[in-house]
């Protein structure tokens, strides 16, 4: 009962808004020393079987310290896979989930990454599951990681940079632009950032896991975003700051209207999806396709490894846990392999 008091509390804060990590601590803390019994003249609640069963995991990794991105993608997922299943969560066995993957390949036509995230994200939830004795058996136990071809993505050119950098229109976006090449930062770690973040020629980022690293602004960096903060009137403190629902019926241009207070939300930072689009825009207006803010991600490690920081540092830049993960991001063609071979491979 206590552990049921507990789930609910966290959820009843974080459907008000209070999704503090520590405060959840404490109420573990504080419950630990107190039995606690329901009533028997409650009314018993309705649930709906899957639904509640989803709200109780997504607790439980609040409570573990996941960031919230991470569960909202959980429940987000889980309620669509669950629904698609079309069966209590006990019942589902290893060949529904299988008959499941095969429809979102077949018809769906989604990606080998996109079903293996699926995958894992059951294979999580039903983990829990088994391990809370909630069900008697896991249908994920026997199905393995799904691997597809692994395709080459591509970082940006030093050119179409630079054409990139030409098209910027207004301050904020340059300063979005020079702000993800200069630090390869996650899109949701840029959309999170705040004024308080920032010192000198770095800015404090918090990265997946909850971990805080250091990313660094380059000269270009700076004078984007001074020119960028200069510009500013409202009193929101994120770097950059959400647009406001009702906006008082004033006409501004579309890129200006971070400039006006009236136009911001004070309480909100914009969203990754906001910066997506911008930098989708910005490449079109350039003419360079497939522009998206992971990308400038891959650039930043490409260029810095192809200028000489060692492939640990690289990693450590982009608040990786391991060097494998951070090779993957390396756009490194066949004529800088044989040149490296030349200068390093002496007999």
Known sequence: ???????????????HGVVDKGLISELV??????????????VALRTDGNGELVKRFLMAKLVEGRSDRTVEYYGMELRSILDKIG???????TNDVR??????????????????????????????????GLVARNPMARLDVIKGR??????????????????????????VFELLLSTGCRVSELAGMKLQDVEGNHVRVLGKGNKVRNCYLNAKAQVALMNYMDKREDGNGYLFAGRA????????????????????????PTTASAIES???NLGKRAGVPNAHPHRFRRTCATMALRRGMPLELVSKMLGHDSIGTTQVYLDMTEGELESAHG?????
């Open 29 to 42: 803390i504080l419950l630990n020393d107190y039995d606690v019994q329901k009533r028997a003249t409650e």
């Open 87 to 93: 069966k209590p969560v006990e019942e589902v066995t």
């Open 99 to 132: 008959y499941y993957m095969a429809v979102r390949d077949r018809r769906d036509h989604v990606s080998a990454v996109t079903r293996d995230n699926e995958r894992r994200c059951l294979r999580s939830f039903y983990a829990w599951l088994v391990d809370e």
């Open 343 to 347: 200068k390093y491979v002496v007999i």
């Open 150 to 175: 692994k395709e080459k993505k591509k970082a940006f050119t030093e050119m179409e940079v630079e054409r990139m950098r030409d098209a910027c229109k207004g301050e904020k976006e340059k300063a």
């Open 1 to 15: 009962m206590r552990e049921e008091l507990l789930e609910k509390l966290t959820f009843l804060l974080s459907a």
């Open 245 to 268: 629902e009702r906006q008082a019926g004033k006409r501004v241009a579309a890129e200006d209207w971070w400039k006006h207070a009236e136009c911001v939300d004070q309480g909100k």
């Open 278 to 280: 911008m930098v989708r």
